[in-house]
């Protein structure tokens, strides 16, 4: 089945650094999603991206479709201490709700 | 608008056993996705119902079933409860048109333990 390869599997950084996570996928999505779970909650949308090489913002993430519609980006810019938690990677293939999920990015922010 | 709703939040069962649990969406929305989640699998699709009918399926064994109600409840059984099934479970709710960008709305999730 479809598989999403997420990385890194965690990180450790300090406030107001900068962070990078991927995911890449042996198959083509068409629409890539990004979510933060944090503990004893589910995961809450972060950035949907619809379209092969889109770059979408929302306040300080960004997120990119790769262009061959098989891996995504997303970047955190001046890390702040309530970014900590997991951040997963989603794709969707078709129309329905069905979702495949990357393994997670667990980020820790040092004040 | 409330929220996703799941009962119970958490529940402890022996092999063999049978669980059911339930979730309420978001009032107005019509899908109901189950996710289970695990450390060494990661989160999983196991289902979706819209309309009383489920829509999607994943690759789950025949032990894992749901249904859902007229009112979009849902609930999700399963019966002969191994140790792997321990998990976290999470009910995603969405408007439920098929088109892309239909957001899915996650409840806490109802952690489940296999004894």
């Known amino acids: 089945g479809q598989q999403l390869n997420q990385s890194p599997q965690s990180m450790f950084i300090q406030e107001g650094e900068d962070v990078s996570m991927n995911c890449t996928s042996s198959s083509i999505f068409n629409t890539w999603l990004w979510y933060k779970q944090e503990p004893g909650e589910g995961p809450v949308l972060l950035i949907a991206l619809y379209k092969a090489g889109e770059l979408t913002s929302n306040g300080r993430l960004t997120a990119q479709f790769g262009i061959t519609r098989k891996d995504s980006f997303l970047n955190i810019s001046a890390s702040i201490p309530s970014d900590v938690g997991i951040y997963f990677c989603?794709?969707?293939?078709?129309?329905?709700?069905?979702?495949?999920f990357g393994g997670g990015t667990r980020l820790m922010v040092k004040p | 608008k409330a929220g996703v709703t799941q009962t119970p939040r958490y529940l402890i069962k022996t092999r063999g056993q049978q669980v059911t649990l339930s979730c309420s969406p978001i009032?107005?929305?019509?899908?109901v996705s189950w996710y289970q989640q695990t450390p060494g699998q990661g989160l999983q699709f196991l289902f979706e119902?819209?309309?009383?009918?489920?829509?999607n399926k994943g690759n789950f064994p025949g032990r894992f079933s749901g249904r859902q109600f007229s009112n979009s409840r849902s609930e999700m059984n399963v019966s002969t409860l191994e140790l792997g099934d321990s998990a976290l479970y999470l009910c995603a709710s969405s408007e439920g048109r098929l088109r892309f960008g239909n957001e899915q709305f996650f409840g806490p999730g109802t952690r489940l333990t296999v004894l």
């Open positions: 989603a794709g969707q293939f078709n129309a329905g709700n069905m979702l495949t």
């Open positions: 009032s107005g929305h019509r899908s």
């Open positions: 119902y819209f309309s009383e009918t489920q829509r």
